[in-house]
């Protein structure tokens, strides 16, 4: 019977997680968390490295639930294991439904909207290009693993690379470095202080979301325990590095004043210090660098739906491996069907993006779950071949973090209707999941049954 194979190495692990999280966060986000944090250099630049390093908590935590149970289907084995089958599905459920679909129909739309920056389009040849970029990715994750993994590699060396051309450029020719040093302090003090800095924190929390995806992966990483840790940490550092230094590179092009104003950062700045053509080259950065995080989800998120399958909570036929590929074909081309459909639902989309932040219920949920597993293993819990450094202290706080992430959702829910419509949708699509596992439970159930029966029919 076909079955996955190992073919990822630590290069291939490295990219994959830095090419998650590189998405269109760092073109566009710095200054609105420069505005979050009233204009202070120093706290923004502490924001992005305190954001680095909460994911970096994160992705170690993670490193040693991959590295002791490298399965495809990452995130949800640890769910699963750790707590049970239901919150498992429940996961499963939303990544299919909203969470990887949408974050996919974004990207496919996101796409068709700078590559009309660099080539004029009308609204149908826009629609059209989301729809053809999906379908490229599609083959060629179906094709093989490595196929895949090399567009990944290749698509991300391009985009870090672009990244640190154009950090470097606005360093060298910017002419407004010494606005900087003036621009650290800050007025803030107390809870407003906080407040302020804990905003700014969840913003920067999305923008470094994804590295967790490299997981789902893990039943296709070659030397799992070692491969996992190493790249993880690595590619926290390199995140950590990237994003410091593109948003100094932003701050001296336009200086604090001008970079807080601005919500398209990558594009003010460039054209400032490069002129108007200066656009175009950031629209193919983000290009490319949206093509690269499509890639990134559709390499990954399907291993879950097959883990799933492989459980009895889903559809059996994306179990199948494809015989000659050795990749979940079906689960590959079922999700990326319902995200072509996703890029047409124009505000169902926009809805379901802002449901995202359930995911973050969810990414605590799996860090936490190394307390029950560390348990259940006893004294055998010391010859794992990792163990994440600072235990107990490190996955609690990136659980902290996620329930902060949470909690911002629901706190906005209260101020804004638009928010409170995404929260609404999130629980309902909790609450339907529920009797959604029920469902599949008895479906499968019946089908062995029946197929026994049928068994035991059959003439010896």
Not at 67 to 86: K, M, Q, S, T, W
Not at 406 to 424: S, T, Y
């Amino acid at each position: 019977m076909p079955a996955l194979i190992r073919t990822l190495r630590l290069r291939d692990l490295l990219f994959l997680f830095i090419g998650s999280v590189i998405g269109s966060g760092i073109f566009l986000s710095p200054g609105l968390i420069l505005r979050q944090v009233n204009g202070s250099v120093a706290l923004s630049m502490l924001v992005w490295i305190a954001g680095g390093a909460m994911s970096l908590l994160g992705a170690l935590t993670y490193a040693e639930l991959a590295a002791a149970n490298p399965e495809a289907g990452g995130l949800y084995c640890y769910i699963r294991d750790g707590f049970g089958r239901l919150p498992a599905f429940l996961y499963g459920w939303c990544l299919f439904l909203v969470i990887s679909a949408a974050t996919i129909a974004a990207l496919a739309r996101a796409f068709s909207q700078y590559l009309a920056e660099v080539v004029p389009l009308s609204a149908i040849q826009a629609n059209l290009a989301a729809v053809l970029m999906i379908a490229v990715v599609t083959v060629v994750n179906v094709r093989g693993t490595r196929q895949s993994s090399d567009l990944q590699n290749w698509t991300t060396l391009v985009k870090a690379g672009l990244v640190v051309v154009l950090s470097v450029v606005l360093l060298a020719l910017g002419k407004h470095g010494g606005e900087i040093i003036p621009a650290a302090s800050t007025q803030l003090h107390g809870t407003k202080l906080f407040s302020n800095f804990s905003f700014a924190m969840i913003a920067v929390l999305w923008a470094y979301e994804g590295w967790q995806f490299g997981t789902y992966s893990a039943g296709e990483v070659i030397e799992p325990q070692k491969v996992f840790p190493r790249a993880f940490l690595l590619g926290s550092i390199i995140l950590i590095g990237l994003y410091v230094v593109a948003v100094l590179g932003y701050l001296v092009a336009l200086g604090p004043a001008g970079a807080g104003a601005s919500n398209a950062i990558a594009a003010t700045a460039a054209t400032a210090v490069l002129g108007p053509w200066a656009g175009k080259f950031v629209a193919l950065t983000i290009l490319i660098s949206v093509f690269s995080a499509t890639n990134s989800v559709v390499l990954t998120a399907p291993r879950v739906f097959y883990a799933m399958s492989k459980d009895n909570l889903f559809f059996k036929t994306l179990a199948e491996v494809h015989p000659r590929f050795h990749t979940p074909a079906n689960a590959i081309v079922a999700l990326c069907v319902w995200s072509a459909l996703l890029t047409f639902a124009g505000r169902f989309s926009e809805l379901a993006e802002g449901v995202v932040f359930v995911g973050w219920i969810f990414y605590g949920l799996g860090a936490a779950a190394i307390f029950p597993l560390r348990s259940a293993l006893g004294d055998l819990a010391k010859a794992l071949p990792y163990r994440v450094p600072g235990y107990p202290w490190t996955p609690i706080v990136f659980l902290l973090a996620a329930m902060a992430v949470v909690g911002n959702a629901i706190f906005l829910a209260k101020q804004d209707p638009k928010e409170f419509r995404h929260v609404l949708a999130g629980l309902v699509l909790l609450v339907l999941g529920v009797p959604a596992y029920f469902f599949w439970r008895w479906w499968n159930e019946r089908e062995a049954s029946a197929g026994q029966a049928g068994r035991r029919k059959e003439p010896t």
